[in-house]
Nanobody, 126 residues
Framework: QVQLVESGGGLVQAGGSLRLSCAASGRTFSTYAMGWFRQASGKERRFVSAISLSGVSTYYADSVKGRFTISRDNAKNTVYLQMNSLKPEDTAVYYC???????????????????WGQGTQVTVSS
């Protein structure tokens, strides 16, 4: 079992930055691929970024590539999402997720994630 708690959301002006954190419980964090997804009001939840067990491999949605950076610190059981050059269209609730099973490869599909945080609101004003 993995429990996830996100933090770091807030209100920021366009062009600004935020760093989201996701703290995971348990001693097996390093065996789970991790991802970030977001859901804007009235829209479906969508993939943002994912990271492999070791952190060597990372994946991004085209809409955030070059602006967002995912990373993880396995010693701290935490995954991060550094968001730079934020745009109003980045406004959404951001969710951290852990893969369904240990040692799964990181993917962009929501169906491959079995553990979810409660979400943190990010609002970007124009």
């Amino acid at each position: 079992q993995v429990q996830l708690v996100e933090s770091g959301g807030g209100l920021v002006q366009a062009g600004g930055s935020l760093r989201l954190s996701c703290a995971a419980s348990g001693r097996t964090f390093s065996t789970y691929a991790m991802g970030w997804f977001r859901q804007a009001s009235g829209k479906e939840r969508r993939f943002v970024s994912a990271i492999s067990l070791s952190g060597v491999s990372t994946y991004y949605a085209d809409s955030v590539k070059g602006r967002f950076t995912i990373s993880r610190d396995n010693a701290k059981n935490t995954v991060y999402l550094q968001m730079n050059s934020l745009k109003p269209e980045d406004t959404a609730v951001y969710y951290c997720a852990a893969a369904k099973y240990p040692r799964m490869v990181a993917t962009m599909s929501m169906d491959d994630y079995g553990y979810w945080g409660q979400g943190t609101q990010v609002t970007v004003s124009s």
